[in-house]
Structure formats: structure tokens, C-alpha cells
């Protein structure tokens, strides 16, 4: 496989970063996920960290020579990842247990499949507009769907930050199950948290990434994120990957694995590059980006 991929995570203006995030490949198969421990419960970091070293772990099990149905690993991952935090909160003999939401995307075969619970997002984005993406599981956003209120007055909704689907905890999540989607050269799946979403329109991220890669782009649109926080900022967090041509031979591809190696990333607070030659990303580069932000951003309504 041929793709572009770029990872961080920033404390925004919190004490702590409960956001979890990590990718991991074979020759043939990409996994991306992202967990946002929720605040107001114990140990939400663990929660998330959790989440994503589960997930992880049963990838690089079960996906050595391609995975034999997406949907049902991914929502059996989920699943599973839930079950290891309420076995965690029994055995520390935590009054609560912890939570957090949780959204995952396999790449596979040149096709997209994704799985998400609670109000962490997945997008995907081809030729500067949506083309799929998560509903969040939230009181919001079933007003939204029930006509009651719009998604910018969702944005600053005082209910805005309550869920009904969550890892952890004593109800079992709701799990929904992206459509199938083959992806075509240029489209981008992005993963992110609230931190970052609810600041940067989807439909802006759309169109500056027909112009930018994933790794010029996304640096600057975090400290963006943050900037328009107004010193409120969540953590920030997104993993995203770019479809290449797959025929496309000054592209460096996973071809040089063996059929049962996996390379692995988890959250760092260094920007990870991806998989491509000109994927590293210099001061400067981040800096033409804000710039290149800031204009553009003032034109897109808050």
C-alpha cells in the first residue's frame, strides 16, 4: 500500500491529556484509532490508553495476512476494548470505572471501514468536500437530527459535551458501523477529538487539503484549534491518512515488510511523518502553514 499518514496530540489548555492516539501497518492493511478519555470520570487517560493498546494488539493478531472481515474486527475490537476497562476498574477497585469514546478505521484492498462510539469523529475527504463521516453519539447531535437545533448552536450547546455511547462503564457501548467505501487518489481519512473538531468546520479542512498534505496542513490547524479555544482549549488530536496512487513508484510503499511485520505509532508530542520522502515537516513549513491558515480561516464563519 501507498499512503500518506500524520499523527499528534496536544494538551490544549488542560492539566493533562487524556486523548489517545495510534496507527499501525502491515504489507496490506492499515489501522488507525483514536480514544478521548472523558473528563469527570477516574482515570479517563487510562480508559483511552487502553482502548487503543487493545485495538491495537488484536490488529497485529489478527491481521497477519489481511483481515477476513473488517466490520467484524473492528466492532469485536471495540468491543473487547471495553471489557479490558471494566476489567481494569475490578481488579484497582475503582468506584467508578473509566470511560472514553473511541473510533477506528481499517484500510484494506483499497477500501475504508470504520467503527466509531461516542463524539470522537472520523471524515472522509475527496476532491475539497465530505464525502462520509461519523454521527456523533450525543444529546446535541439528536437534537440536530430531530430539527430542534442547528450545528453551529450545537457548537456552544451547554449539553454539548453529554454522550450515551462510551467504553467503559456499566452499560455496554453502541457501536456504529461505517458504510464500505473505496477510496480513490487524493481522498484523506481523518480521525480527530472534540478538541479539534468543534473549532476547524469540516468543510474548510475539505477544501485547504485539495491544496495542502496532510502533514503542511495539519500542524498549523491544531495550533489553530487551540487559538480559537480562547484559552478553553480540550486536547487535540487527530491521526490522518492520504490514498496514493498505488502505482506510483517514487512513492515508498509497505511492500518492504514481511507478510507478518507490523510497524507501529502511538501518541507522541512530536508531529510523526509519514510514509513518503518529503512527509518531514520543518519549522518553516509549519509557519507557512499558519500563515496560510490565518488567511483563509478569516473568511470561514465561527
Known amino acids: 500500500m501507498r499512503f500518506t499518514i500524520y499523527q499528534d496530540s496536544q494538551v490544549g489548555d488542560r492539566s493533562g491529556n487524556e486523548d489517545r492516539v495510534g496507527y499501525a501497518y502491515g504489507k496490506d492493511v492499515l489501522l488507525m484509532v483514536i480514544a478521548d478519555g472523558m473528563g469527570g470520570h477516574q482515570q479517563g487517560e487510562v480508559a483511552a490508553e487502553i482502548a487503543v493498546q487493545e485495538i491495537t494488539r488484536r490488529f497485529k493478531v489478527e491481521a497477519r495476512n489481511k483481515l477476513r472481515r473488517p466490520f467484524e474486527f473492528l466492532v469485536s475490537s471495540v468491543q473487547a476494548a471495553h471489557r479490558a476497562i471494566v476489567a481494569h476498574a475490578d481488579s484497582h477497585n475503582l468506584l467508578e470505572c473509566p470511560r472514553t469514546t473511541c473510533v477506528a478505521c481499517v484500510v484494506q484492498n483499497g477500501y475504508a471501514y470504520w467503527t466509531h462510539a461516542g463524539d470522537s469523529r472520523l471524515y472522509v475527504m475527496r476532491g475539497g468536500r465530505m464525502v462520509a463521516q461519523t454521527q456523533d453519539h450525543s444529546k446535541v447531535q439528536q437534537m440536530i437530527d430531530a430539527g430542534q437545533i442547528t450545528a453551529e448552536?450545537?457548537?456552544?450547546?451547554?449539553?454539548?459535551?453529554?454522550?450515551?455511547?462510551?467504553?467503559?462503564?456499566?452499560?455496554?457501548?453502541?457501536?456504529?458501523?461505517?458504510?464500505?467505501?473505496?477510496?480513490?487518489?487524493?481522498?484523506?481519512?481523518?480521525?480527530?477529538?472534540?478538541?479539534?473538531?468543534?473549532?476547524?468546520?469540516?468543510?474548510?479542512?475539505?477544501?485547504?487539503?485539495?491544496?495542502?498534505?496532510?502533514?503542511?496542513?495539519?500542524?498549523?490547524?491544531?495550533?489553530?484549534?487551540?487559538?480559537?479555544?480562547?484559552?478553553?482549549?480540550?486536547?487535540?488530536?487527530?491521526?490522518?491518512?492520504?490514498?496514493?496512487?498505488?502505482?506510483?513508484?517514487?512513492?515508498?510503499?509497505?511492500?518492504?515488510l514481511d507478510e507478518e511485520e507490523f510497524a507501529t505509532s502511538t501518541h507522541t508530542t512530536q508531529p510523526l511523518a509519514g510514509h513518503t520522502p518529503s512527509d518531514d515537516v520543518t519549522d518553516d513549513d509549519i509557519e507557512r502553514a499558519i500563515a496560510e491558515i490565518q488567511s483563509a480561516i478569516k473568511k470561514v464563519p465561527r
Do not use: Y
Open 153 to 256: 448552536q450545537a457548537a456552544r450547546h451547554p449539553d454539548r459535551n453529554k454522550i450515551f455511547s462510551c467504553l467503559g462503564g456499566v452499560v455496554p457501548p453502541h457501536i456504529d458501523m461505517g458504510r464500505e467505501i473505496r477510496l480513490e487518489v487524493g481522498d484523506t481519512i481523518m480521525l480527530s477529538t472534540d478538541g479539534f473538531w468543534t473549532q476547524i468546520p469540516a468543510n474548510f479542512l475539505a477544501q485547504q487539503l485539495v491544496k495542502q498534505t496532510v502533514t503542511s496542513l495539519l500542524p498549523g490547524l491544531i495550533n489553530e484549534a487551540h487559538r480559537r479555544a480562547n484559552g478553553e482549549s480540550d486536547n487535540i488530536t487527530v491521526v490522518a491518512m492520504t490514498w496514493e496512487n498505488q502505482e506510483d513508484a517514487s512513492v515508498s510503499d509497505t511492500q518492504m
